[in-house]
């Protein structure tokens, strides 16, 4: 032969940007390692707790939808390649579960509201930025919740689950784009529309002169991040 051929090997999972640690745990739990599994569950629960919670606003859904996300997760996570981090990739399950279970909710004519008062009672008051007990303070974190959990509830669920995705997780327009399955430029569209229908219900119901709260929530809406 004139030469030889020159063939570059193919590697057997494309992992892009997972570290060694994370790939290394995916591929024990595809392989039902029940430690690992144990392992994965341990550091994502409070996550995977938490985003359910604020976007079902109830303890017992967001318990039971923790568990359908982890059944999903382990029902799928061979088909895991590291197209993401794994943190997102879980994101994007308990998003898809949530939606699901919000338009289970709409078929049976069941609202997603909670009063504020059960929501402390379950889950105890916002935590405080310091050791201060002024009532005024408490007050103010209570009427802020009150009122957000309110709009935030109102909005349509994509537009909900983005701005808790990107004011409560942090995270980035990417990482949101693929937790919804979408284009970055419809995370971009969905922010500032849910941005703006906030803005609108809670200049309906605006808080007493006396209160922080506008000026926490003009530092949210508008001076906050883009």
């Known amino acids: 032969m004139g030469g030889e051929l020159s063939v570059k090997p193919v590697r057997a999972i494309t992992w892009t940007d997972v570290g060694g640690r994370e790939a290394s745990l995916v591929q024990r739990c595809a392989a039902r390692d029940e430690d690992s599994c144990a392992e994965l569950v341990t550091e994502h629960q409070r996550m995977v707790y938490q985003l359910s919670l604020n976007l079902l606003n109830d303890h017992n859904e967001a318990l039971d939808l923790s568990q359908e996300v982890f059944l999903r997760v382990f029902r799928t ?120 229908l906030l803005r609108e219900q809670l200049r309906e119901t605006p808080a007493p002169a006396s209160s922080p709260v506008d000026a926490v929530l003009a530092t949210r809406l508008e001076g906050g991040r883009p």
Do not use: C
């Open 77 to 196: 996570i061979h088909n895991f390649r590291g197209q993401s981090a794994l943190k997102t990739w879980i994101y994007r399950i308990v998003i898809n579960q949530a939606r699901n279970r919000q338009r289970w909710w709409r078929r049976r004519f069941r609202s997603a509201q909670v009063s504020l008062d059960q929501h402390v009672e379950q889950h105890g008051d916002l935590p405080a930025t310091s050791t201060s007990n002024e009532p005024d303070r408490v007050l103010g974190r209570r009427e802020l919740a009150a009122r957000l959990t309110t709009a935030l509830l109102a909005l349509p669920f994509d537009q909900r689950s983005a701005l808790v995705l990107r004011e409560m997780d942090g995270l980035s327009y990417e990482e949101i784009a693929f937790s919804q399955g979408v284009a970055v430029g419809t995370v971009k569209s969905r922010l500032a529309r849910a941005r703006e």
